[in-house]
């Protein structure tokens, strides 16, 4: 069966820091992957996804990346974090077709940005 | 284009009904619904296909009006474990068929009461 990690679950960065957040998910092959954040009593903001290695869409210009050096694995990151970046972070991974998928997410990454 | 979901919260007794909208300005591809307890990561529950097929969850039914491009999700006879914020996502096609991702509206709290 397929499972997702994520990591850290919790985080608590000073302003200005960099940020490194992992995903990875395990028994399938070529999934579409899905960074998302979800601020305190809101809804879940699409950030990037990528339907391949390397491949990556941005949905809202800020200051954060994503990368895929892997297949089954998804970064998230940031040279230098806002206090504004703070929020619930998940994962989220689907079967690569063209949509019509069920999305499967991770138990998420809370950060908190001091 | 954010769905628009009502209402905005919701609390019933074990036992009761409930019907949770989502509405849209754009023609859809699908519709998917999640629930999300507080603090844990949203868990995929339907997903309602353009031409009618469904997908997913025994207890809990929906329905999609492609035509008034809008879902509603069905909650009978709930149960305490029913508590949570319910989302939809909904999925706009472009030229090619999907676009592989998902607009989530801001969410519906249900509260079920012993």
């Known amino acids: 069966s397929q499972t997702i990690h994520q990591w850290p679950a919790t985080l608590v960065q000073p302003v200005g820091s960099p940020l490194s957040l992992e995903c990875t998910v395990e028994?399938?092959?070529?999934?579409?992957l899905y960074w998302y954040r979800q601020a305190a009593g809101r809804g879940l903001q699409l950030l990037f996804y990528?339907?391949?290695?390397?491949?990556i869409s941005s949905e809202v210009p800020q200051n954060l990346s994503a990368s895929r050096p892997q297949d089954r694995q998804f970064i998230l990151s940031s040279k230098k974090l806002l206090l504004s970046d703070s929020g619930f972070y998940l994962c989220?991974?689907?079967?690569?077709?063209?949509?019509?998928?069920?999305?499967?997410f991770g138990d998420g990454t809370r950060l908190s940005i001091l | 284009q954010q769905p628009v979901q009502s209402p905005q919260a919701v609390i019933l007794r074990e036992g009761e009904d409930a019907v949770i909208n989502c509405s849209s300005s754009?023609?859809?591809?699908?519709v998917h619904w999640y629930r999300q307890k507080h603090g844990e990561a949203p868990v995929f529950l339907m997903i309602?296909?353009?031409?009618?097929e469904q997908k997913g969850h025994e207890k809990i039914s929906a329905s999609f009006n492609e035509k008034k491009q809008q879902s509603s999700l069905y909650l009978t006879a709930s149960q305490l474990s029913y508590s949570g914020t319910y989302f939809c996502?909904?999925?706009?096609?472009?030229?090619?068929?999907?676009?592989?991702?998902?607009?989530f509206g801001k969410g519906t709290l249900l509260t079920v009461n012993p």
């Open positions: 989220a991974w689907s079967v690569s077709l063209r949509g019509r998928q069920p999305q499967h």
């Open positions: 028994g399938t092959s070529n999934p579409n």
């Open positions: 990528s339907v391949g290695i390397g491949q």
């Open positions: 754009k023609a859809l591809y699908s």
């Open positions: 309602l296909l353009k031409g009618g």
């Open positions: 996502g909904t999925e706009i096609p472009n030229s090619g068929g999907s676009n592989y991702k998902l607009t």
